[in-house]
């Protein structure tokens, strides 16, 4: 919000009220001073100020006097607003966001009701977030099957975490979502000083880890990490693999965990059903990310101001053609 950092010198306003009436008060007694010591006949005449064809003539009601004494309540106007420290927010984060990717490269990340595949459309689609963030944004990425491993740590180069992202190859483990979460927020929480959010990406049911999500989504409340989920899928479970015994192997997709994750950290939860959708959830992300406004000090506007009004008033005080003798 707009506000100062050092309000406490805008109890110097308070003169401006005594410098009016001390003014008011001069000027007054000033001209009863001059009426007590000029002729009648100059009295009558400045009294009346005829023109030429009988009418009164109209009075200025900013005489130069008058007109130098505002320019120099201004400057002291501004000077005080100056020192008082006053600052405004700004649309974009002053330091930036951690931005995580947690991806499933678990064994059904194969199906190919994705073309080629899951993985591959996921990768593509994640680089569209990655090259949408802005220069002070970092970006990280924390993959995970059975267990959960480091792609990409944070770095605000975004375009070696692109190609980090873009070498991330295939796996055959379970789907260890709680892992692929806690590691990805303690990665996010790694820099401090930024807003942290971490994109989770899962297209199957939790059954690995050591992590339940439950416990992860506790860790994540606790750093303040925001978390958005997509559930990757179609409307059917697919066959994406045989076990050794001939056992057809689905993907079958844990929206309940997802919606749970994003809901208790403030994130939201998107469903994907092919590879438009999944491209449009992530360009869309950078969006949805919060970022707090920067307070940004503008100060220096009323100081410069102040130097104007200061200037201009003693210019017109003391010029060639000065009003005060």
């Known amino acids: 919000m707009t ?8 109890f110097a306003l308070i003169a401006i009220p005594v410098l009016v009436y001390y003014y008011w008060y001069h000027e007054k007694h000033s001209r009863r001073r001059a009426l007590e010591f000029s002729k009648l006949s100059f009295v009558k005449a400045a ?25 120099f309540l201004l400057a002291f106007i501004f000077l005080i607003i100056g020192l008082a420290g006053p600052h ?3 649309e974009t984060e002053k330091e930036g966001v951690n931005v995580v990717l947690a991806m ?12 080629p595949n899951r993985l591959e459309v996921a990768k593509k689609s994640a680089l569209l977030l990655v090259n949408s963030l802005g220069e002070k944004d970092y970006a990280g990425i924390v993959v995970f099957d059975s267990g959960a491993s480091s792609a990409a740590y944070l770095s605000p180069d975004k375009e070696k975490t692109g190609r980090k992202l873009m070498a991330i190859t295939k796996r055959d483990g379970n789907t260890a979502i709680g892992d692929g979460l806690a590691l990805a927020t303690d990665m996010a929480d790694s820099i401090p000083g930024k807003r942290k959010v971490v994109i989770l990406l899962s297209d199957g049911e939790n059954n690995a880890g050591s992590i339940t999500p439950a416990e992860a989504v506790t860790f994540a409340k606790e ?11 179609s409307d059917e479970p697919v ?3 045989y076990d050794p015994f001939g056992n057809p192997l689905y993907a079958n997709l844990d929206e309940g965990n997802l919606k749970f994750i994003a809901e208790e950290t403030g994130g939201e939860y998107f469903r994907s059903v092919d590879e438009e959708t999944l491209q449009e959830i992530y360009a869309g992300l950078n969006q949805e990310i919060v970022r707090e406004a920067e307070e940004t000090d503008v100060s220096r506007i009323f100081y410069y101001l102040g130097v104007i ?13 000065q009003v005060i003798p």
């Not at 499933?104 to 073309?115: C, E, H, I, L």
């Not at 750093?223 to 958005?228: E, L, M």
């Not at 009004?309 to 053609?321: D, K, P, S």
């Open 88 to 90: 405004i927010p700004l």
């Open 3 to 10: 506000g100062f950092y050092h309000p406490e010198f805008l």
């Open 239 to 241: 066959l994406y693999d």
């Open 223 to 233: 750093r303040d990490i925001q978390v958005f989920t997509i559930g990757l899928g």
């Open 309 to 321: 009004a200061l200037l201009a008033g003693m210019l017109l005080a003391f010029g060639r053609r």
């Open 47 to 71: 009294g009346k100020a005829q023109t030429s064809d009988g009418k009164h003539s109209k009075v200025s009601y900013f005489t130069p006097k008058k007109t130098v004494f505002i320019l």
């Open 104 to 115: 499933d490269v678990s064994g059904s990340m194969q199906a190919t009701d994705y073309k």
